[in-house]
């Protein structure tokens, strides 16, 4: 770094060449410099677009690791303990989707204000993307102090924020790891920290969790499940039981609603309301539901064929299913393909997914 005769500090690349005579004495050297200011504000910018996030500023997940390895070192001399703070945004989607993306980045800036102001001066407030957040507590003397923050934390999204004339109201689902009892490496601290972040939305959103090792555990059987999940519709393991719905007056069945069970291999029957949401987070409900209603069609036309002929069979379709640009050109290809007659076939909807979308559901629905 140099500095120019009127003052202004410059940097300079500087090269210094020493010139010899015949026998190699050095008799002078040739200094030549140049400036390099340019370069080096392109190396700054670069470096710094790569450690943060672009829309609101914040320390990137590259950078929060890197300051969190720090700041483990710094606790580990010290015997002190630091927090890891994951934070989901609740239902920041339904934002997005009825309000615009505008909106929605708009909304995440005055979040990073909020969530700044709340935090000490030495603390990291970090975006992972969309609307997952992360805040490095450095220098906690104890779980106390953790517990305190972290609803500090949410007390700042108490108030709604306005936008364009748009009140929103935002809550958010938090998790907390603590150093060195909840992981001894960055990665096992963040990862903890989600753990806890989906208890707290498990146990209905709006709250903070700290990670437990009984947490852990149930996550790891999450994750088993899922696996066995993403298998389990080619290994046939999928099937349906029929509840029936009589006429009190003939005594007479009118209908069957078909209900989907797992057989798995090793654990036997579970109950949908174990399995399903796992298929809706994933997204797998969009094949298994095509599954489902293919296989309630095939079996309704059995059941015609053999003179039960007036049996309707009713389905109950997946928000995630019915979303699907897909849906349409799928539930005809099923229908034709079973040759079930439509009037034999009830579709069952929730009174949330009817509303959500009024017009694009009137329209699938039509069609």
Request: with cysteine; hydrophobic share 40%; net charge negative.
């Amino acid at each position: 770094i140099n500095i120019r005769k009127d003052g202004s500090i410059y940097y300079e690349e500087k090269t210094i060449t020493p010139v010899r005579t015949q026998g190699g004495e050095i008799t002078h050297f040739i200094s030549t410099g140049r400036d390099i200011s340019e370069r080096m504000r392109t190396q700054e910018r670069l470096h710094y677009m790569a450690h943060h996030d672009a829309l609101t500023k914040l320390p990137n997940r590259t950078l929060f690791l890197d300051r969190l390895r720090q700041a483990m070192a710094r606790a580990h001399w010290h015997n002190r303990l630091i927090a890891v703070v994951f934070m989901d945004l609740d239902n920041f989607k339904n934002v997005n989707d009825s309000l615009g993306h505008d909106i929605g980045d708009m909304l995440l800036v005055q979040l990073t204000q909020r969530f700044s102001s709340s935090v000490r001066s030495g603390d990291t407030v970090a975006r992972f993307g969309g609307d997952e957040f992360a805040i490095l507590l450095d220098d906690v003397a104890s779980e106390k102090d953790v517990a305190q923050l972290a609803k500090k934390i949410l007390d700042t999204l108490a108030p709604a924020f306005t936008i364009k004339n748009h009140e929103i109201p935002i809550t958010a689902s938090v998790g907390v790891s603590i150093f060195p009892s909840d992981g001894d490496d960055s990665e096992t601290l963040i990862r903890n920290a989600d753990v806890a972040m989906y208890r707290a939305k498990h146990l209905g959103r709006n709250n903070y969790q700290f990670f437990s090792n009984e947490m852990s555990a149930r996550a790891f059987e999450r994750l088993t499940l899922e696996n066995s999940l993403r298998h389990a519709l080619q290994r046939d393991e999928f099937f349906l039981d029929y509840q029936p719905q009589v006429d009190s007056r003939t005594s007479k069945i009118t209908s069957v609603e078909a209900l989907l069970r797992w057989q798995h291999p090793d654990l036997g029957v579970f109950s949908p309301t174990d399995f399903v949401p796992i298929l809706e987070e994933t997204g797998l409900i969009v094949k298994v539901g095509d599954w489902v209603l293919k296989t309630a069609c095939q079996q309704a036309v059995e059941w015609h064929q053999q003179g039960y002929d007036s049996i309707k069979v009713c389905v109950n379709l997946s928000s995630r299913q019915f979303d699907n640009p897909d849906f349409i050109q799928s539930f005809h290809s099923i229908i034709a393909e079973t040759d079930i007659k439509p009037e034999r076939l009830e579709l069952e909807l929730t009174e949330s997914m009817l509303m959500r979308n009024a017009s694009k559901t009137v329209s699938a629905l039509n069609t």
